[in-house]
Structure formats: structure tokens, C-alpha cells
């Protein structure tokens, strides 16, 4: 049975930074697709990055520079490391676990149940 559980979410102001884990259990954070998705209110899940096998980090091109993915193989736990805040990165965050074409959300098996960041500008 595969359980994700995120952390790490909170208010900052607009420069800021913050770092969300994922604790995973029932299956390696090394295997498939392992993603982070954010969704604001009124729009729809959005594909924020994903690290395919361990490896290969993919980054929506609106985070990338600012945000780094990461995982600890022996914690088992995925990270977002979110540098530069924007007000527009306010949303739920939710880490997930899958297989296939990573950025697409319907490639997840499996979600937690999402940490909120606001950042104020």
C-alpha cells in the first residue's frame, strides 16, 4: 500500500523560500514517476516537476530556475526546494507516485493530501 504524506508548507512573503518533503512509503521514491503538482482555487491540478527513476529532473517552465527537486533514497522522501516565491506560486502542493509520462497528471497512481503555500507580496 503506497502512502505519501507532505510537509513543509506555509506563509512566506514574495523572494522567499520554502522546502516541502514528501515521506513515501510502499514504494521507492527511486522508481517511476515521482511528482510534485500544485493547484491553486478555481483552476485546475498543474504539473509543477518530477523526477523520472531517480533521475532526470523535468521542471514546468514557470518554476524553472527557482525550483529544485530532489530525493533522499535512504529517508525515502521527495523535496521541492522553492527559491524566489511569487505570489502566483500560492496554491496546494501535492506530491504523487506513478508511472509513465510524468508531467501529466493521469500518469499518478497516487497522491497526498497536499501541504498550502502562500506567499504574500
Known amino acids: 500500500q503506497v502512502h505519501l504524506v507532505e510537509s513543509g508548507g506555509g506563509s512566506v512573503q514574495a523572494d522567499g523560500s520554502l522546502r516541502l518533503s514528501c515521506a513515501v512509503s510502499?514504494?521507492?521514491?527511486?522508481?517511476?514517476?515521482m511528482g510534485w503538482f500544485r493547484q491553486a482555487p478555481g483552476k485546475e491540478r498543474e504539473w509543477v516537476a518530477n523526477?523520472?527513476?531517480?533521475?532526470?529532473?523535468h521542471y514546468n517552465n514557470a518554476v524553472k530556475g527557482r525550483f529544485t527537486i530532489s530525493h533522499d533514497n535512504a529517508l525515502n522522501t521527495l523535496y521541492l526546494q522553492m527559491n524566489t516565491l511569487k505570489p502566483q506560486d500560492t496554491a496546494m502542493y501535492y506530491c504523487?507516485?506513478?508511472?509513465?509520462?510524468?508531467?501529466?497528471?493521469?500518469?499518478?497512481?497516487?497522491w497526498g493530501q497536499g501541504t498550502q503555500v502562500t506567499v504574500s507580496s
Open positions: 510502499g514504494t521507492p521514491v527511486s522508481r517511476g514517476c
Open positions: 504523487a507516485a506513478g508511472s509513465g509520462w510524468c508531467p501529466d497528471k493521469d500518469s499518478y497512481d497516487y
Open positions: 523526477i523520472v527513476s531517480g533521475k532526470d529532473p
